[in-house]
């Protein structure tokens, strides 16, 4: 069965370095989804793309984070300089169409900042 | 502003009952609703999906329903088994610019007691 593979699984960095994760969605799926979700609470939507155009971005924290999907297939997420408040799981998912409602959520990856 | 509401406190049952989740919003008009599980350090997973001018549906032992007059979601398991303890996600859509917009709650924990 297809799934969404993100890297790393895990990273740890100091606070003000910079730090990417990658994610690359279901084959053919054109909607792409970052989200952070920290410890107890519901995942935030940070980023939408319908192939390689932002769809919103409203909750991206735009001094610090970026997102690209240059080709509309896989995605990076980067943050620079990452602060103590980044600490969180970053997830990815991804859906069929912009009106294909179910999301296919990647594993995550879990960011410490020290 | 807003707003989505799950029960923060973790819901606990026993097994072969019937377990029911509730997910309040306010100031929305959502053009369907979804429940999602997701287990420690994973990445959520998709159950049901309800759409605005729907008031029930079922898959199995899960049973949703929608009243978008009281604003408010109930999702149900039936004949709850120790395997149905986990995080359980609801998340409403709306229409924006010829996509959908998702947003989370924060979720509310069930523990199925054997």
């Known amino acids: 069965e297809a799934e969404v593979a993100q890297s790393p699984r895990y990273k740890i960095t100091e606070k003000s370095q910079a730090v990417a994760f990658w994610c690359d969605p279901i084959?053919?799926?054109?909607?792409l989804y970052w989200y952070r979700q920290i410890l107890g609470q519901g995942p935030e939507l940070l980023v939408q793309?319908?192939?390689?155009?932002?769809?919103?971005d409203s909750q991206l924290p735009k001094d610090r984070f970026s997102a690209e999907r240059l080709k509309g297939v896989d995605s990076t997420l980067k943050i620079q300089p990452a602060e103590l408040g980044d600490s969180a799981m970053y997830l990815c998912?991804?859906?069929?169409?912009?009106?294909?409602?179910?999301?296919?959520f990647g594993p995550g990856t879990r960011l410490l900042v020290l | 502003s807003q707003k989505i509401e799950q029960n923060s406190e973790a819901l606990n049952i026993q097994e072969g009952k019937t377990a029911t989740l509730t997910c309040n919003y306010t100031?929305?008009?959502?053009?369907?609703l979804q429940w999602y599980r997701q287990d420690p350090g994973r990445g959520p997973v998709f159950l049901l999906l309800?759409?605005?001018?729907?008031k029930e549906k079922r898959k199995e032992r899960l049973k949703v329903t929608f009243d978008t007059t009281l604003k408010q979601s109930l999702f149900h398991i039936t004949a709850s088994q120790p395997a149905d303890s986990a995080t359980y996600l609801c998340?409403?859509?709306?229409?924006?610019?010829?996509?959908?917009?998702?947003?989370f709650g924060r979720g509310t924990s069930l523990i199925v007691h054997p």
């Open positions: 793309f319908q192939d390689e155009s932002v769809v919103d």
């Open positions: 084959s053919g799926h054109a909607t």
């Open positions: 998340a409403l859509s709306h229409a924006s610019g010829g996509s959908y917009i998702p947003t």
């Open positions: 998912a991804s859906s069929l169409f912009r009106d294909q409602e179910t999301q296919y």
């Open positions: 100031n929305y008009s959502p053009a369907y």
């Open positions: 309800i759409r605005e001018n729907e």
